[in-house]
């Protein structure tokens, strides 16, 4: 059975900067839950950063590929460089799904760490751009698929998929037996 790495705030975890979750009540959601394939993380936490914490966003580059090459950064709206901390968070995400041979991560949208499809621009005026998180970025580039919490059909879809290709083919009966 396929695991699926899942952002902790999605599981209602209360993690996120502000000290809030972002429970999604999704039922593909709450099937992987009750069939046991999710394994929570969050990467912010796992970086050593606390609940709550200053605001962070990407600068100087368009997302987290540029920060895991040292050519953008990740800022908190206290003006601190916590780059190291999101970095070594998407690193333990990436250890985590390694462990598990996980394929599918599903992350919370828009955050400097998870965000799959955007993230805010750095100037903390709630603008988005097109880019991804750091851990969706390291997360992806290692080959695993990362959807946002938006996607969640298109994610089963994938497990569906993958677990048929992978599924052990049964030895036709024995027909005179």
């Not at 396929?2 to 000290?19: F, H, N, P």
């Not at 429970?23 to 992987?32: E, G, I, K, S, T």
């Not at 920060?67 to 985590?96: P, T």
Request: charged letters at 20%.
């Amino acid at each position: 059975m396929e695991s699926v790495l899942v952002s902790s705030c999605l599981l209602g975890q209360a993690v996120r900067y502000d000290g809030s979750d972002k429970l999604c009540r999704h039922a593909v959601l709450q099937r992987w839950i009750d069939e046991g394939r999710v394994l929570a993380v969050c990467p912010e936490i796992a970086g050593g950063l606390p609940t709550p914490r200053p605001a962070a966003e990407i600068v100087g580059g368009v997302g987290g590929l540029e920060v895991l090459a040292g050519m953008a950064k990740v800022v908190d709206s206290a003006a601190q460089n916590v780059s190291m901390e999101f970095i070594k968070g998407a690193e333990y995400a990436l250890e985590r799904a390694k462990s598990k041979g996980i394929r599918i991560a599903v992350l919370k949208e828009g955050s400097p760490s998870c965000g799959s499809n955007y993230i805010y621009d750095g100037t903390f005026t709630a603008n988005t751009i097109g880019g991804l998180g750091v851990t969706a970025a390291l997360l992806e580039k290692a080959g695993i698929q990362v959807f946002s919490e938006a996607e969640l059909e298109e994610a089963d879809a994938l497990l569906k998929q993958l677990e048929m290709t992978c599924a052990p083919h049964r030895q036709p009966k024995n027909p005179g037996s």
